[in-house]
T-cell receptor
Framework: SQQGEEDPQALSIQEGENATMNCSYK?????LQWYRQNSGRGLVHLIL?????REKHSGRLRVTLDTSKKSSSLLITASRAADTASYFC????????????FGRGTSLIVHP | KAGVTQTPRYLIKTRGQQVTLSCSPI?????VSWYQQTPGQGLQFLFE???????NKGNFPGRFSGRQFSNSRSEMNVSTLELGDSALYLC????????????FGPGTRLLVL
């Protein structure tokens, strides 16, 4: 079963708008990461947020983490056509060996 | 530093054949993980190698195997290919004992006919 589940599955917006996608997970985590994947290519690491952090910024990206709700959100501000991609969250569960689990991703389309 | 490289990038095989995929991690990285990505199942963890030893394994049949060499390069092998093995196979490398940030290669797209 998937540890992380992104929501929505698909998002279509206009250039300049903000895009928000969410990730929910089931068990306690050490950290949570967001990745981007352009069509049929490898994943690119965007940002890592640790379990003791609540918010993190990187350029136009803002990630929040709410461990009480077991959820995270990724906000892309002032989106561009080049942001069109699939976005995945990956969680590192506490305890045992580290096997990262990815959600199914949010497919973002930004229309120019 | 050069990124993670995977060869070949595309591959077409027929059912019953076997295939070997290769991954060269970022220089200095000792951990290499393999993933299978399909539209239906998403991104699924196959296995991880660290210092030539398989450290973690996902829930895949024994037809899927791998190994890591002393230079950290890794190969994965799939024997007796099935149509359902058609997928994008991604490898990722990371540094240190605790795997936090993984750096992914471009993937090998395998089509089984």
């Amino acid at each position: 079963s998937q540890q992380g589940e992104e929501d929505p599955q698909a998002l279509s917006i206009q250039e300049g708008e903000n895009a928000t996608m969410n990730c929910s997970y089931k068990t306690s985590i050490n950290n949570l990461q967001w990745y981007r994947q352009n069509s049929g290519r490898g994943l690119v690491h965007l940002i890592l947020i640790r379990s003791n952090e609540r918010e993190k910024h990187s350029g136009r990206l803002r990630v929040t983490l709410d461990t009480s709700k077991k959820s995270s959100s990724l906000l892309i501000t002032a989106s561009r056509a080049a942001d069109t991609a699939s976005y995945f969250c990956a969680t590192d569960a506490t305890g045992g060996s580290y096997i990262p689990t990815f959600g199914r991703g949010t497919s973002l389309i930004v229309h120019p | 530093k050069a990124g993670v490289t995977q060869t070949p990038r595309y591959l077409i095989k027929t059912r019953g054949q076997q295939v070997t995929l290769s991954c060269s991690p970022i220089s200095g990285h000792r951990s290499v993980s393999w993933y299978q990505q399909t539209p239906g199942q998403g991104l699924q963890f196959l296995f991880e190698y660290f210092s030539e030893t398989q450290r973690n394994k996902g829930n895949f049949p024994g037809r899927f195997s791998g190994r890591q060499f002393s230079n950290s390069r890794s190969e994965m092998n799939v024997s007796t290919l099935e149509l359902g093995d058609s997928a994008l196979y991604l490898c990722a490398s990371s540094s240190g004992q605790r795997k936090e940030t993984q750096y992914f290669g471009p993937g090998t797209r395998l089509l089984v006919l």
